[in-house]
């Protein structure tokens, strides 16, 4: 989900792709460099821990299983392949799925969250976020959503195998695959997106999950090989001075907040109920996102050293966060 200028729209609309729930609005003013978000790097210079591990070549290898998969809009086959694809690589691990149906004007269909729990030794949950499914709009098209989709789908999995048969001191880390965050219709700003998070954000709250979510990390389009994670202005303020500050620990901040602007997204539903929450997404996918929500949405336009940057910085983000 992003708000972006009109003439980004027209271009997109030209190319058939402007039907997804990431809405970008970029502020009208020049773009905010890293620097004008507090950090205070004098903190980072007496921890001496290691750097979090991370596979980005099997990181790599999960996106191009997923996109082997074909176009994944929700209802269809395909989508079922993928999901069923997640949960085979979570065999053995603790996993819940939030089950629903949808009935938007297109039909009935139904929706699949994937929740793997890694049970950590404090009292708290850090949730880490991605959708997996494709562009409705584009269903007939061979729009397989490489980076949009897949490559963060794909970033929890490796995520899963760092995580996995560890004793985890801090939190709990909890991995939410969300389903039907891409909008049915144009433009994407509309009821019939986000069916994911918005149902799940609901039931967590009702049933008391919400009150021990620590934060919310949303990963989405983080593939891209010319990476440049935004300063979404929409995010908890303080996590994302967190993110900034494992960045720059990692050595990675050229990477981050080049530029600040408004971001609509999966988050969105977590932050409405007063959740910590922050959104990694890098919404420049070719000049001006002209890859986006098009069949140019490739594995070739993706890097593995983009995944392992944005997963170490998760990582590091998700120390840092148990050390408060």
């Not at 085979?88 to 691990?93: A, E, M």
């Not at 939030?98 to 269909?109: A, K, L, Q, R, Y």
């Not at 991605?130 to 397989?144: E, V």
């Not at 909890?174 to 998070?197: C, F, I, N, Q, T």
């Amino acid at each position: 989900m992003k708000t972006f200028k009109l003439i980004s729209l027209i271009f997109v609309l030209m190319l058939f792709a402007c039907s997804k729930g990431k809405n970008v609005a970029a502020s009208g003013s020049s773009p905010t460099s890293a620097s004008a978000v507090n950090t205070d790097a004098s903190k980072l210079l007496p921890d001496t821990s290691p750097a979090p591990t991370f596979n980005a070549d099997r990181a790599m290898q999960y996106v191009k299983e997923i996109v082997a998969l074909g176009p994944r809009p929700i209802g269809s086959e395909n989508h079922k392949k993928v999901e069923n694809y997640i949960l085979s690589h979570l065999k053995g691990d603790r996993v819940e799925q939030d089950s629903f149906d949808v009935h938007p004007t297109e039909g009935t269909f139904p929706v699949r969250n994937i929740i793997a729990k890694f049970q950590g030794a404090r009292d708290g949950i850090i949730v880490v976020a991605s959708h997996y499914d494709t562009n409705w709009p584009l269903r007939k098209t061979s729009y397989i959503g490489a980076n949009d989709g897949a490559s963060s789908s794909a970033l929890l999995l490796e995520i899963a195998d760092q995580l996995r048969g560890k004793k985890l001191e801090g939190y709990s880390v909890w991995l939410l695959w969300d389903d039907a965050e891409e909008s049915m219709k144009l433009p994407w700003d509309d009821p019939e997106s986000l069916y994911g998070v918005r149902h799940l954000a609901q039931k967590w709250q009702d049933d008391g999950t919400l009150k021990k979510i620590k934060a919310f990390l949303l990963e989405d389009m983080i593939g891209d090989a010319d990476l440049n994670i935004e300063h979404d202005t929409n995010s908890t303020a303080w996590l994302e001075d967190l993110i900034l500050q494992a960045a720059t620990r990692l050595g990675y901040q050229s990477h981050f907040f080049a530029r600040s602007m408004p971001v609509t997204d999966d988050h969105m539903a977590f932050l409405q109920h007063g959740v910590p929450s922050a959104d990694l997404i890098d919404f420049d996918y070719g000049y001006n996102d002209v890859f986006w929500h098009t069949t140019e949405d490739t594995v070739d336009k993706l890097s593995p050293k983009s995944l392992e940057i944005v997963g170490t910085v998760t990582l590091e983000t998700v120390r840092l966060l148990n050390q408060q």
